[in-house]
Nanobody
Framework: QVQLVESGGGLVQAGGSLRLSCAAS????????VSWFRQTPGKEREFVAAISWSDGSTDYADSVKGRFTISRDNAKNTVYMQMNSLKPEDTAVYYC????????????????????WGQGTQVTVSS
C-alpha cells in the first residue's frame, strides 16, 4: 500500500511560481513511476508530468514543457514539481499518482493506469 500526500498549492499571480510536493509513504520506489495530473471542474484529469524513480527520466505535457520541472528526492521519498511562468489556464487541482513501471511507451499518461493517488492540492493563478 502506498500513501501520497501533496502540498504546496496556493494562489499566485500570472507569471509567478509554485513548488508542489508529493510525499510518499512507501520506502522502496525503485520500480515506480510518479506523475502529476491536474483537473478542473467538468473536465477529465489531464497528464502534466512524470518521472521514473529508477533512472530519473522525465516526460511533460506540451502545455507545460519548458515551464514545469519534475524531480525526486530519494532520501525523502518525495517528488517535486517546480512550476514557473504560471498562467491562468494552469488553475486546477493537482494530483500526484504512483504505480509500478510497465511496458508501453506512454502508459503513464493515462489516469486509469494508477492505483495510488494523493488527495489533491489546489493551484489558482490569477490574471
Amino acid at each position: 500500500q502506498v500513501q501520497l500526500v501533496e502540498s504546496g498549492g496556493g494562489l499566485v499571480q500570472a507569471g509567478g511560481s509554485l513548488r508542489l510536493s508529493c510525499a510518499a509513504s512507501r520506502r522502496t520506489f525503485s520500480s515506480y513511476v510518479v506523475s502529476w495530473f491536474r483537473q478542473t471542474p467538468g473536465k477529465e484529469r489531464e497528464f502534466v508530468a512524470a518521472i521514473s524513480w529508477s533512472d530519473g527520466s522525465t516526460d511533460y505535457a506540451d502545455s507545460v514543457k519548458g515551464r514545469f520541472t519534475i524531480s525526486r528526492d530519494n532520501a525523502k521519498n518525495t517528488v517535486y514539481m517546480q512550476m514557473n511562468s504560471l498562467k491562468p489556464e494552469d488553475t486546477a487541482v493537482y494530483y500526484c499518482a504512483a504505480d509500478n513501471t510497465r511496458g508501453g511507451s506512454t502508459w503513464y499518461r493515462s489516469p486509469p493506469a494508477y492505483d495510488y493517488w494523493g488527495q489533491g492540492t489546489q493551484v489558482t493563478v490569477s490574471s
